[in-house]
């Protein structure tokens, strides 16, 4: 069976059940009503079976997990049943509609467990983790996804007594999709050899996040996923404000803040709609993480944009899927005193030699990438000069790998600059100050707003003495005050 005729097959079985809760109703109903009605429901039938022969490529090629996302990048784009709202009625079990838009919203979907659950001690998480400030800027979102009523009622007055506080005020909403506007979920192709029951969780599963997606469209400008077993980090929002900022002017569809599953993946709300459709569209080819990996690519994103240390760790031990053991965890996580530094915006600039496209920019960057010279010589330097002179409280620069242990700088210094000359793209400070050697491969320094009385205008990394081995700049981490100098 093709891709498309699963698709229009779902189409046509949501359509059915609204024909028979018409059907119920039709002593209420004029005969003309039920026409215009008739007719309505043919020209969507139409509208949605409308499909360009590229998309068909593009459909057989999704099945097949072989998706070209640079052939089809416009034509997606472009997809006007896209681009709207998924037309189902959501119940709201606690909570009402947002009074006013927010920040962020946060995500979660939940059902039932054979073993432990684990939601009322993520819900805790979010709200714990969060400081007075932060928690008027996001919106939680808990969807029961699971259509045994009593598990959710139950469910319901949980949370309602341990977080009355927060659905008053509005920060916490927990919605319902009942199950008849669900799609076929019996019966599905049994790609990757899963076992029938295996699909239809996963099937079950994309549909879920999309009619999640799909409500919290409108709520807020941001949108993180997280699963309904996780921890988050200390002001987990702040964090993620600050990497917003640092790519302001960057495009990209998808920032990740946890290496694992479904876990803290950010998007623009506005592009909430189309991964809505995109996931109920396919929601029986693959589990979800691998759709969300085309979604990216047919957006023009191609590479992961994944940040460190992580912000969210997954903490279930038993699987939501027939309560297997899940031990999965993410190492870069930090819960406690999770500090990641402003980098404000700076010129970057080297003299070694760059080994391919390792460039100056991958080491200042809070990505997982870095930068890579082959054997530096004394003199050698690594610099940056800042926007706009600023006050610096915490540096921090980390060489080498754990892969590559013997690529740090052996020999070097840091030092910190004022009195800038030159041209926009020659520019460079007339004056350094040391402030102290590399130990290990690695400098820190803290309080440096009462150790350096000038405006720092440039920072650089300085070879001391040659070395054979190559060099691996981690990742440059530089904090600041508050108020930057103007």
Known sequence: VTLLYAFLHMRHNLKYFDKMRCLRKRSAVSFLGVLVICLLFMNLYIEDGYVLEGDKQLIRETATHQLNPERYVHTFKDLSNFSGSI???????????????????IGLSSVKRKKGNYLLETIKSIFEQSSYEELKEIAVVVQLADFDAAWCEGMVQDISQKFAHHIIAGRLIVIHVPEEYYPVLDGLKRNYNDPEDRVKFRSKQNVDYAFLLNFCANLSDYYVMLEDDVRCSKNFLTAVKKVITSREGSYWVTLEFSKLGYIGKLYHSHDLP?????????????????????????????????????????????????????????????????????????????????????EASKAYSSIDEYFWGKAPSTGDFYGIVFEKPIKITKIKVVTGTEDRQNDILQHGALEVGEKIVGSKKGRQCTTYL???EFKNGNFEITDLEHKVLFDINCMRILVTKSQKEWLIIRSISVWTSQTSVQ
């Open 274 to 358: 189309r991964l809505a459709h995109f996931l109920l569209m396919f929601y029986q080819e693959m589990p979800c993480d691998w759709l969300l990996i085309h979604f990216r690519g047919l957006l023009a994103q191609k590479e992961v944009i994944r940040f460190k240390p992580s912000l969210f760790q997954h903490m279930g031990y038993y699987s939501s899927y027939k309560g297997a053991e899940n031990k999965l965890k993410d190492d870069d996580f930090e819960e406690e005193s999770f500090d990641i530094p402003d980098n404000p915006p700076a010129n970057l600039h080297t003299n070694m030699n760059v080994f391919e496209n390792y």
């Open 434 to 436: 040391r402030l102290g």
């Open 87 to 105: 037309n189902i009625s959501y119940r709201y079990l606690a909570g009402t509609p947002l009074p006013r838009k927010r920040y962020l919203t």
